[in-house]
């Protein structure tokens, strides 16, 4: 991807602009360029349980990678410097994830994009529609603690997306369990086959270093200033010099669990990696740097390139000359100063250039995408060429929502990104009526960008919202934008549902029924019925009672259809 400056956020009609002349093939480039642009790629998102270390590791990556030149901490303390992919002024006030962000940096000749996904189970509906973007996921797990719920939940999605699995175990530094503990519980409790690509020594206070079992060499750390890269020095697992520097109890220990492991006779099977069954499994100390370059070195050897992309027709190679790509997230108010909105596009196939007029599947519409930026966190810079992995922004003057498709030539139109079924449901009540225009318009945009969910009462003359989450601390983020972005005070008012339903046909398989008892009917944004119910046996109740009526906790996808607004 190559940038050129810009100045300032761009206006609505200089990024879209609609063209006369309906979308066609054009010239993209050679199929030798686009081949080589597409093989220099890796594109990944890095999964955890809160806490384990993942904003951290991000900003380790970065700094290898050159991309910053010294690494911030999640809870920064005086003139400590913020971390780069928490951006948001609450994800800084709470030393959390809330959103995702994207982080583009090349190193040792090729271009990575990051997508950094929110830690906390509160946003992984977020974390979700991230992974649809993914060609590969990195797991990261706390040396002491093993698997954790979050970690389960998001390797289950990787999963069903078959995507490939890389394994960091983190905080390598502290006390913490065997690993060959931890390598069993994976194996065990995800089914997941596990090749440690390197194999710590010592472990604690005493980690040292890690035995690379490809090139059978010793990589030792030594500790650095905070901030900056760990002094490393890698010595043949023969090499004499070893005594002189590793405990002589260290190093045998980890021989013999080495031994143990070459024993099993596995081989690292890259197209096992691929197609998500084995995961490489690496040691490390993300606070202390030890390990992160040896991980994003073999990372680069292991990891697939961009791959095909499912469409209803299909799946879309990546080195089909015409650009496609669709929209996974929507953010808005990145830059408070310009109250802009941005699209992040994956591209799938294709060239992308600047300028470029595109096909909007949903709308027909053609659009002529002028001002696309690259994205590293908060900052952005105007895109000349993007390839297939490569994530681009585009301003968004309320044209995209999540799961749009965007392309050139022949008709292509991804798989839509679904909506999960809430638990936590709340009026949103807005005690004072002259901001009602602020009002609904944080309302309407806060839920284009996915943010939470909103529904609405069946009764026309409540105007007031109803939204449905996943977690507290979504309706909490959802109360600050409103006040601090849109300058709106806002009150919730819980409601006592803890399940949600779609309804299976809509509102004619709704009539159909008569009527319902131990439920409300609610519609979503696009004007579909919902039923909450008060707990499960409730909705037992009614499934009993209605057999005939087909009920989904996940949101159809919809196309071609315009939300409804507040």
């Known amino acids: 991807m190559t940038t050129s400056p810009s100045n300032g956020a761009p206006t609505a009609s200089a990024q879209a602009s609609a063209a006369a002349a309906p979308a066609a093939s054009t010239p993209t480039g050679s199929n030798d360029e686009l081949a080589a642009a597409v093989a220099r790629r890796r594109n990944f998102a890095i999964i955890s349980h809160p806490d384990a270390g993942k904003t951290t590791l991000t900003e380790k990556l970065l700094l290898y990678g050159g991309a910053i030149q010294q690494a911030g901490?999640?809870?920064?303390?005086?003139?400590?410097?913020?971390?780069?992919?928490?951006?948001?002024?609450?994800?800084?006030?709470?030393?959390?994830?809330?959103?995702?962000?994207?982080?583009?940096?090349?190193?040792?000749?090729?271009?990575?994009?990051?997508?950094?996904?929110?830690?906390?189970?509160?946003?992984?509906?977020?974390?979700?529609?991230?992974?649809?973007?993914?060609?590969?996921?990195?797991?990261?797990?706390?040396?002491?603690?093993?698997?954790?719920?979050?970690?389960?939940k998001l390797f289950e999605v990787c999963r069903m997306r078959q995507i490939p699995i890389f394994t960091f175990i983190n905080k390598m530094d502290r006390p913490g369990r065997e690993p060959l503990d931890l390598l069993d519980e994976i194996e065990k409790e995800?089914?997941?086959?596990?090749?440690?690509?390197?194999?710590?020594?010592?472990?604690?206070?005493?980690?040292?270093?890690?035995?690379?079992?490809?090139?059978?060499?010793?990589?030792?750390?030594?500790?650095?200033?905070?901030?900056?890269?760990?002094?490393?020095?890698?010595?043949?697992?023969?090499?004499?010099?070893?005594?002189?520097?590793?405990?002589?109890?260290?190093?045998?220990?980890?021989?013999?669990?080495?031994?143990?492991?070459?024993?099993?006779?596995?081989?690292?099977d890259l197209a096992a990696v691929h197609a998500g069954t084995l995961s490489p499994v690496f040691f490390g100390s993300a606070m202390t740097n030890f390990g992160v370059r040896p991980f994003l070195d073999a990372f680069l050897d292991l990891a697939q390139a961009p791959t095909g992309r499912a469409t209803r027709e299909g799946v879309v190679d990546p080195l089909r000359p015409d650009f496609s790509g669709f929209v996974f997230k929507l953010q808005a108010n990145m830059d408070p100063r310009h109250r802009d909105r941005i699209a992040f596009v994956r591209v799938c196939s294709g060239k992308f250039e600047k300028d470029i007029s595109v096909r909007h599947a949903r709308s027909g519409r053609n659009i002529r995408l002028s001002r696309p930026q690259k994205l590293f966190g908060q900052d952005r810079e105007?895109?000349?060429?993007?390839?297939?992995?490569?994530?681009?922004?585009?301003?968004?003057?309320?044209?995209?929502?999540?799961?749009?498709?965007?392309?050139?030539?022949?008709?292509?139109?991804?798989?839509?990104?679904?909506?999960?079924?809430?638990?936590?449901?709340?009026?949103?009540?807005?005690?004072?009526?002259?901001?009602?225009?602020?009002?609904?318009?944080?309302?309407?945009?806060?839920?284009?960008?996915?943010?939470?969910?909103?529904?609405?009462?069946?009764?026309?003359?409540?105007?007031?919202?109803?939204?449905?989450?996943?977690g507290q601390l979504q309706l909490?983020?959802?109360?600050?934008?409103?006040?601090?972005?849109?300058?709106?005070?806002?009150?919730?008012?819980?409601?006592?549902?803890?399940?949600?339903?779609?309804?299976?046909?809509?509102?004619?398989?709704?009539?159909?029924?008569?009527?319902?008892?131990?439920c409300k009917t609610v519609r979503d944004a696009w004007d579909r019925p919902v039923l909450l119910f008060r707990n499960t046996w409730n909705l037992r109740q009614l499934q009993e009672d209605h057999p005939s009526l087909e009920l989904s906790g996940v949101a159809p996808v919809v196309s071609g259809i315009e939300p409804i607004a507040l």
């Open 73 to 152: 901490a999640v809870k920064a303390k005086g003139e400590q410097r913020k971390v780069t992919s928490d951006w948001m002024e609450l994800e800084k006030q709470r030393g959390i994830s809330i959103t995702s962000t994207v982080l583009q940096f090349d190193y040792s000749g090729r271009t990575l994009n990051l997508l950094d996904t929110p830690g906390h189970q509160d946003f992984s509906e977020d974390t979700y529609r991230t992974l649809a973007a993914a060609d590969n996921a990195v797991m990261l797990e706390d040396a002491a603690k093993g698997l954790e719920p979050q970690t389960r």
């Open 190 to 268: 995800l089914g997941l086959a596990c090749w440690p690509v390197n194999w710590p020594i010592g472990g604690g206070d005493r980690f040292q270093g890690v035995i690379d079992r490809r090139t059978r060499e010793v990589v030792l750390f030594e500790r650095a200033q905070r901030g900056r890269q760990s002094l490393e020095r890698r010595l043949p697992l023969d090499s004499p010099a070893l005594a002189e520097r590793v405990e002589a109890d260290l190093l045998a220990q980890a021989l013999e669990e080495l031994e143990l492991l070459d024993g099993a006779g596995e081989a690292l």
């Open 382 to 470: 105007v895109v000349e060429e993007a390839y297939p992995g490569d994530v681009i922004g585009l301003n968004n003057p309320g044209m995209f929502a999540i799961g749009d498709t965007l392309y050139v030539g022949p008709k292509v139109e991804y798989e839509g990104i679904p909506c999960f079924t809430p638990e936590l449901f709340a009026w949103l009540r807005n005690p004072n009526p002259s901001a009602f225009k602020s009002f609904r318009k944080g309302v309407n945009e806060l839920r284009e960008e996915g943010a939470v969910q909103v529904l609405y009462d069946t009764d026309l003359s409540k105007r007031d919202p109803i939204l449905a989450a996943v």
């Open 476 to 518: 909490e983020v959802v109360q600050y934008r409103l006040e601090n972005e849109y300058g709106v005070q806002t009150r919730l008012e819980p409601l006592e549902f803890s399940v949600a339903r779609w309804v299976v046909g809509g509102w004619p398989a709704l009539e159909s029924v008569g009527r319902l008892f131990n």
